[in-house]
């Protein structure tokens, strides 16, 4: 039976992928999604809602657990020889996603397991097409604007999270060149739901929402370089995955790279003042040096705990890259999926803070 084999459930994307795979598969196509073991609970719980929500997915939502920096996915070789022989699409969006990953780790999850799943991918007989998320911030901090057809740049990393990202696309790009049918997706700073704010972890810009949060009237912002000038790519969850679903349906967007990003992002002037309006706080604005403070956040002990704010954020604040969406723009003109701006969903995304304030920062692959 055809599958379309998915990496990345039951994450928060991962899962609302599944969802829109489910509705446009025909009834013949099943949904594979590789799991790992400690995670398989939470994944048949998940697959129980959905088949709840929508009794014509019943039976179509299968689970196969292996991890994908394994040799051959950690699957048996029957296993694995069934899945390539039925596979006609993958989606791979399994990665760390963790400013702050150390190298190894990256490098064993997004470019060893990127890796591993080119290698199952060259020996799907029936592959049609490796839908493979990346992030826009394989740009490293590159001075300048940051189109989809860019890639090496001679840029440095802010850290090793873009660093790896930045070497598995390397490799994807590379058998693309060597004729394997693939779309590269490369999202912004993804955030919640816009409609409703929901989230599965803190992380990016809810690190300052949070620290605004616990301050009662004045909350002190530290700002490095220049707010005026500096822009924040966001872009909320939603809309990420209603591109990814409607560009990865579509025949003629093979060989393409999309930066899911906000064509009009705000500056860091600009969030922060959304920030104050949506939580009701006055920020107290203080210049610091940038190296110094990293290195602080780095090394006192227990001040990034106290602060909540992971040390690896802080260089976005000064974060020099820009990037185009030409690909994605063109591509989605027609379809009625854009961008909202931030000042229409940042409430939510507050909201849904001071509602749920336990929800956890910790990576998930």
Not at 189 to 207: E, L, N
């Amino acid at each position: 039976m055809p599958t379309w084999f998915v990496t990345g459930f039951p994450g928060f994307l991962g899962s609302a992928l599944v969802e829109r795979l489910l509705e446009r598969a025909g009834a013949g196509t099943t949904v594979t999604c590789l799991v790992q073991p400690r995670f398989r609970d939470v994944a048949a719980a998940r697959v129980a809602a959905l088949e709840a929500d929508r009794p014509a997915a019943q039976g179509r939502l299968r689970l196969v657990e292996g991890d994908i920096t394994r040799p051959d996915l950690g699957l048996e070789a029957s296993d694995r020889a069934a899945l390539q022989a039925d596979t006609e699409a993958i989606y791979h969006l399994a990665a760390v996603y963790d400013l702050g990953v150390r190298r190894e780790v990256g490098m064993r999850v997004n470019v060893d397991g990127t890796r591993h799943i080119l290698n199952m991918a060259a020996g799907c007989g029936a592959l049609q097409r490796l839908h493979y998320v990346s992030t826009c911030y394989v740009s490293g901090r590159y001075d300048g604007v940051f189109s989809e057809d860019d890639l090496d740049v001679g840029q440095r990393f802010n850290n090793h999270y873009e660093e790896t990202k930045y070497l598995a696309e390397v490799a994807v790009q590379e058998a693309m060149r060597q004729s394997l049918p693939a779309t590269v997706y490369r999202p912004a700073i993804v955030v919640g739901d816009s409609r409703t704010g929901a989230t599965q972890k803190y992380d990016g810009p809810y690190y300052l929402i949070r620290w605004v949060l616990r301050w009662q009237r004045v909350a002190p912002m530290p700002l490095f370089g220049d707010p005026h000038r500096v822009e924040v790519n966001l872009v909320p969850s939603d809309y990420v995955i209603d591109a990814l679903a409607y560009l990865s349906a579509r025949p003629e967007t093979v060989g393409r790279v999309y930066h899911l990003a906000d064509p009009r992002p705000e500056t860091v002037d600009g969030v922060l003042r959304r920030i104050q309006q949506a939580t009701g706080r006055r920020l107290l604005r203080l210049r610091l040096p940038l190296g110094p403070s990293l290195a602080l956040m780095t090394h006192v002990p227990g001040l990034a705990r106290w602060t909540g704010i992971e040390p690896q954020a802080l260089p976005y604040f000064s974060h020099p890259t820009r990037y185009t969406c030409t690909n994605t723009l063109r591509d989605l003109d027609g379809s009625g999926i854009a961008c909202p701006a931030l000042a229409d969903y940042l409430p939510a995304l507050v909201a849904y803070v001071q509602a749920h304030p336990d929800v956890p920062a910790a990576a998930m692959y």
